[in-house]
């Protein structure tokens, strides 16, 4: 019974990376930041900033919990529950900016 | 450690929607814009990141049992940690010196209490580390015990996560 359980759970789990892909990815987070900080100082952009930056800043995320965290290499039912307290923080967040009028996306005045 | 890390998601959820929902309605300044210093943050936001490196290559060498490496990287972790709670403390002082307090605005109420559980969260985590260094010391903490080290990594980076959310949605998107 434990060697099955072992087996099933070695179906959907795979190997942890080595220190030189963390250390990758940690160059390829810094560099998203550095464009962010970047757009946020180019006055052109302002108008888009946020259509900019909140997939950057969903790139980062998701790079960390798949790649740090190992979501990616875990069990699904991990990413489930974690999926599951993030889908009710992002839908609160959403709901509440447009129930007070706080609409995130560039809107035209008149 | 999922479970309580997705609870956590809806703490910070609701903390941030209320941000986003007060920021701009303050009847007196000082407002967003006028008060974040983007580059200092910027450097905060780097060490954050920086420290999730040092964690997961801590993990590493548990993992592979390299003991001595793996005190360094949790050391160092733990510095970094200090470092943005230092950095947060600065940030803090120079915004009450320039007149925002809890109790100013709609928007310091709101900034103080996101950031400030942030930064809770994030000296939790100090403590955590340096327990783990000290257990490393006292010789309990072995190859065995890697998943102690990961459950502490899971935490931690979830505070750098968090932080991502914040430096985007309330310092880089102030308006």
């Keep these: 019974m434990a060697h099955e359980t072992h087996a099933a759970h070695g179906a959907v789990e795979h190997a942890h990376p080595g220190p030189k892909t963390y250390t990758i990815i940690g160059v390829f987070l810094a560099i998203i930041t550095l464009v962010e900080v970047w757009v946020y100082n180019v006055e052109a952009v302002r108008p888009y900033l946020v259509l900019i930056l909140l997939p950057l800043s969903a790139v980062k995320f998701a790079t960390v919990v798949g790649a740090y965290m190992h979501l990616r290499f875990d069990h699904p039912i991990f990413t489930a529950i974690f999926g599951f307290g993030l889908l009710v923080a992002a839908s609160v967040i959403t709901a509440l900016m447009f129930l007070f009028g706080q609409y995130p996306l560039p809107h035209h005045a008149g | 450690m999922w479970?309580?890390?997705?609870?956590?998601?809806?703490?910070?959820?609701?903390?941030?929607?209320?941000?986003?929902?007060?920021?701009?309605?303050?009847?007196d300044g000082p407002l967003?814009?006028?008060?974040?210093?983007?580059?200092?943050?910027?450097?905060?936001?780097?060490?954050?990141?920086?420290?999730?490196?040092?964690?997961?290559?801590?993990?590493?060498?548990?993992?592979?049992?390299?003991?001595r490496k793996m005190r360094i990287w949790l050391g160092a972790t733990a510095l970094l940690g200090c470092v943005f709670l230092g950095g947060q403390f600065y940030e803090f002082t120079t915004f009450y010196q320039d007149g925002l307090t809890l109790s100013r605005n709609l928007f310091g109420s709101t900034f103080f209490t996101l950031t400030g559980f942030h930064g809770t969260h994030v000296a939790i985590g100090v403590f955590w580390l340096a327990s783990l260094v000290a257990q490393s010391?006292?010789?309990?903490?072995?190859?065995?015990?890697?998943?102690?080290v990961e459950i502490a990594g899971l935490y931690w980076h979830f505070v750098d996560i968090v932080w991502i959310l914040i430096f985007t949605l309330v310092y880089l998107i102030p308006d």
């Design chain 2, 3 to 27: 479970a309580f890390l997705a609870s956590d998601c809806m703490f910070f959820g609701t903390l941030i929607a209320t941000y986003m929902v007060y920021k701009n309605r303050s009847l």
């Design chain 2, 32 to 67: 967003p814009r006028e008060t974040f210093d983007v580059p200092y943050t910027s450097v905060s936001a780097f060490v954050l990141l920086l420290s999730s490196l040092t964690m997961v290559l801590a993990l590493a060498a548990i993992q592979h049992g390299q003991e």
């Design chain 2, 137 to 148: 010391f006292r010789g309990r903490l072995h190859q065995g015990h890697s998943l102690l």
